[in-house]
């Protein structure tokens, strides 16, 4: 089952920092991600998503691929990249992978102009560990499907605090 974290920092830059953290930690096999987004708040009080993967982008390059190959086949590559690129944008932009943007966007308008939140969903993770990572790094945490024990582990991780989780888990 995917645990979603919600994390409020003062900046951009702090949010960016500590997700690539996280990116590193999953490259230890220490966590694993199903998606880690960046909610930017901006002056002008509109919120902006940092995403790692961006479906729009990936549905044109996908068209345009299997837009040349088919167009190959009627002797109008260009028109078939035009015509796939185009689906595959269409297609991308209307799909949404891992978490909600509308779902971010709204939690992010809490955030005060300049202020970012990061989005993890987390498939598995070793807690302990990725606890330990995290000591001190700062931030708020304002939502997560997290068990008490765990919630309050990440709590005083952030804090700076030496994380404890009961020994059930």
């Known amino acids: 089952m995917n645990d979603l974290i919600v994390i409020a920092f003062p900046s ?3 949010a960016e920092e500590v997700r690539r953290k996280v990116l590193d930690m999953q490259k230890e096999y ?3 991600l199903g ?3 960046v909610a930017v708040k901006q002056p002008d009080g509109h919120v902006r998503l940092n995403q790692l993967f961006h479906p729009t982008a990936a549905g044109a390059a996908s068209g345009s691929f299997w837009g040349f190959l088919i167009g190959l086949l009627f002797m109008m590559p260009l028109v078939g990249v035009a015509i796939g690129a185009g689906a595959g944008a269409l297609g991308g932009a209307l799909s949404d992978f891992g978490i909600n943007d509308r779902f971010m966007k709204n939690l992010a308008e809490v955030l005060q102009p300049g202020s970012a939140a990061l989005f993890l969903l987390v498939r598995k993770m070793t ?3 990725v606890f330990d990572d995290l000591q001190g790094v700062g931030g708020t945490v304002l939502r997560t499907s997290l068990d008490h024990s765990k919630e309050a582990a990440l709590r005083e991780a952030l804090a700076g605090h030496q ?3 009961s020994a059930t888990n």
């Open 12 to 14: 951009e830059a702090k």
């Open 30 to 32: 220490l966590i694993e």
């Open 35 to 37: 998606d880690a987004v």
């Open 127 to 129: 807690a302990d560990k």
């Open 163 to 165: 994380a404890t989780l």
